[in-house]
C-alpha cells in the first residue's frame, strides 16, 4: 500500500509496512529527506533516528511508505 505524494509533507509520519517509522524532514529538488527509526510503531513520541545520505524521490518515498501515523 502506498500514500499519495501530495499527503507526504515535512514533519509528518509515515509507517512501512515492516514497521519502520520515517519522519520528513526535508523535501527538496523532489528528494524526500526522512529520518527512520526501526522496530514496531508504539504510538509514542521522542523521535531519534538517522537520516539518509542519498533521499529517494518523492513518488519512491510514497510507494516506499504504507500511511500515515499521527504522534
Not at 16 to 42: L, S
Not at 56 to 61: K, Q, S, V
Amino acid at each position: 500500500m502506498a500514500v499519495n505524494p501530495a499527503d507526504v509533507q515535512v514533519g509528518r509520519y509515515f509507517i512501512t509496512t515492516g514497521g519502520q517509522v520515517r519522519q520528513v524532514t526535508e523535501i527538496a529538488n523532489g528528494m524526500v529527506h526522512y529520518q527512520v527509526r526501526g522496530g514496531k510503531w508504539k504510538g509514542k513520541g521522542g523521535y531519534r533516528g538517522l537520516t539518509l545520505s542519498k533521499p529517494p524521490t518523492l513518488a519512491r518515498f510514497a510507494a516506499d511508505v504504507a500511511r500515515r501515523v499521527p504522534l
